[in-house]
C-alpha cells in the first residue's frame, strides 16, 4: 500500500470516527485524535481511536496488543496502555497487513515480538514504508498459540477473506473474540479483491466463525464499537442478502452502471458509511461475484 492511498484510507477511517480534517494541516491530521479503553474482562481491553479497533492482554506477564492502528498515534496508544498498565507490549499480534492496523509496527516492534499470517509479512516487507523491526518475526500457516497472562490466545487464520492474509484471536479463558477486519459492525466492510480477499470468502469466514463464537462473547470489531453475536449474525444476513441481490442481477444481465443507476434494496442502505458507499459497495459485489 503506497503513501497516498495510505493516507487517503487515514483520512476516511478517522472521518469515520468524527475527526475532521478540514481544519488540520497535513502534518497533524491525527492531533485531534483520542484513544479511549474500554474494559471487557480484569485482563482484556479494546482500546478505539483512528484505523482498526485494538485488542489488550494485560497482566502478570506483561502486555501484549492486537492490531496498531497509524504511526503517529503511538505515543497515544503508549498512554492508554501505561494507564491500563505500565510497560511496553512484549508481543504484538497483526490481524492483516493494512497500514490503519499495521502503522504502529515501527515504533512497537522496536522492543515488541509481532505476529501474523505468512501473508501478511509477504506484502509488508514488499512494502518500501515498513522498516525490518515493523515486521512480522514469527509467522504461521494456519495458526498458532500464545500462553500469556494465564490464558491461551489462539491465532486462527482464515481463507481468502477480507485479505489473504486475516487471523481471528480467540481467548482460552475469556469471553473475547477480536474478529479484525472480518467484522464491520454496522457497517458495509471493506473487502480488498486486489489483495486476495473475496466476497464469497468473506461471508463464509463469517459463517465459520458464528459457529465457533459463544452466545455471551464480547467481539471486538476491526471498525465499528464492542459487538455481541446478535451484532454479528445481523452482519452476515446483510452479507446473504448482498450476495443474493447482486447474484439476481447478474444473472439478469445487467451492466455495473445499470446496476449502481437502480442502487440497492431499502434494507441495504442503511449499512453504507464514509469509506464504503452504496456504490462501493455495488462495486465490490459486482467485481467480486461476476466471475463465479
Request: proline fraction near 3%; charge should be negative.
Amino acid at each position: 500500500m503506497n503513501n497516498i492511498l495510505r493516507l487517503a484510507l487515514a483520512g476516511l477511517l478517522i472521518g469515520s470516527y468524527g475527526t475532521s480534517l478540514g481544519c488540520l494541516a497535513a502534518d497533524d491530521k491525527f492531533a485531534e485524535v483520542e484513544i479511549t479503553a474500554t474494559k471487557l474482562t480484569e485482563k482484556v481491553y479494546m482500546l478505539s481511536g483512528a484505523g482498526g479497533n485494538i485488542g489488550v492482554s494485560a497482566g502478570e506477564d506483561g502486555l501484549l496488543i492486537i492490531d496498531d492502528q497509524f504511526a503517529p498515534l503511538a505515543d497515544k496508544i503508549s498512554a492508554a496502555l501505561a494507564n491500563i498498565q505500565p510497560g511496553k507490549p512484549k508481543y504484538i499480534v497483526n490481524t492483516h497487513y493494512h497500514g490503519d492496523h499495521t502503522g504502529g509496527n515501527s515504533i512497537f516492534g522496536q522492543q515488541g515480538i509481532i505476529f501474523a499470517h505468512d501473508n501478511v509479512l509477504k506484502r509488508l516487507a514488499s512494502d518500501e514504508d515498513y522498516s525490518k523491526q515493523a515486521l512480522p518475526s514469527i509467522t504461521y500457516d494456519q495458526g498458532i498459540k500464545i500462553h500469556f497472562n494465564d490464558d491461551t490466545l489462539s491465532l486462527m487464520y482464515l481463507p481468502a477473506g477480507h485479505t489473504d492474509g486475516d487471523s481471528v484471536i480467540f481467548w482460552r479463558d475469556a469471553p473475547v473474540v477480536h474478529m479484525g477486519d472480518l467484522f464491520f459492525k454496522d457497517r458495509f466492510p471493506f473487502i480488498d479483491l486486489k489483495a486476495g480477499g473475496s466476497v464469497v470468502g468473506f461471508r463464509d469466514n463469517v459463517a465459520t466463525l458464528l459457529a465457533k463464537i459463544d452466545d455471551e462473547a464480547k467481539i471486538i470489531p476491526g471498525h465499528g464499537g464492542l459487538a455481541n453475536k446478535q451484532d454479528l449474525i445481523k452482519f452476515k444476513q446483510m452479507l446473504d442478502t448482498s450476495i443474493d441481490w447482486m447474484n439476481t442481477q447478474l444473472k439478469s444481465g445487467k451492466s455495473l452502471d445499470a446496476i449502481k443507476q437502480q442502487g440497492l434494496p431499502e434494507a441495504l442502505k442503511q449499512w453504507e458509511w464514509q469509506f464504503i458507499s452504496q456504490e462501493t459497495w455495488i462495486e465490490t459485489l459486482y467485481n467480486g461475484l461476476k466471475a463465479n
